[in-house]
């Protein structure tokens, strides 16, 4: 299996290619012609890609959903609690949970301006675990509130979890792996890295920043 880092803007998309290809969040608006040539570099053709799941509704992970879809075919994936971020381009406000992600918060409302394109959810997730099998990935996508109501994670087989902003590794966030600094519901954050971790995440690679082991997250939560 291979997996592959696609910075798109401030956010890090992933590609994992088995006996599939997926692509795990879609980055901010107008990242279509940099995601394309990037994917073309890895040897990858974009029409191999065919499920896009988007973490959550935020700006940075659905902004360029609808012109890859377009371009690649592959059908989108989101629960339904944040769908309507991309279905009706609503641009939801993120809530810091402390001083610093209350004043990135701030910051981030006044960048987040670009008008989200919309297009249908092809996939809707609910509470339920989704297979990956169909799609030719050993992994599922689990339900993982907290930083949106409507956050998922995917969870491989070999336990590398995708968390997109359930937690965040670096600067401007944080100078090392943490928690994320948003959050709709901070008490529900702990629970859902409680439930990976207990679901077999070993390494958690999050939405911003590198990839990290659970242990440093382990004493947080
Ligand atoms: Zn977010
Ligand atoms: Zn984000």
Redesign the pocket.
């Known amino acids: 299996m291979n997996i592959y880092v696609v910075p798109m803007g401030?956010?890090r998309c992933y590609i994992i290619q088995n006996k599939g290809t997926i692509l795990i969040d879609s980055g901010p608006p107008n990242q279509l012609h940099k995601f394309t040539s990037r994917v073309r570099e890895m040897g990858i053709d974009p029409k191999e890609i065919k499920l896009i799941i988007n973490t959550h509704g935020?700006f940075?992970?659905i902004g360029s959903a609808t012109d890859i879809k377009h371009t690649t075919g592959a059908q989108i994936a989101m629960h339904e609690l944040d769908k309507e971020c991309l279905e009706d381009s609503v641009n939801r406000a993120i809530t810091g949970v402390n001083t610093w992600g209350r004043i990135l918060a701030w910051l981030s409302a006044r960048i987040s301006l670009s008008q989200i394109p919309t297009t249908k959810v092809d996939i809707v997730l609910g509470d339920d675990e989704f297979s990956l099998t169909p799609f030719g990935i050993s992994g599922r996508i689990l339900h993982t509130p907290g930083h949106t109501m409507g956050s998922v994670s995917v969870l491989l087989d070999t336990g590398y979890a995708f968390v997109?902003?359930l937690a965040m590794n670096g600067f401007p966030f944080h100078f090392g792996p943490g928690l994320s600094l948003f959050a709709e519901a901070p008490e529900l954050v702990r629970k859902s890295l409680r439930l990976l971790l207990d679901q077999g995440a070993r390494v958690i690679y999050p939405?911003?920043g590198k990839p990290c082991q659970v242990d440093t997250l382990r004493r947080l939560i």
Do not use: K, L, N, Q
């Open positions: 401030i956010t935020h940075d992970h997109g902003d939405g911003h």
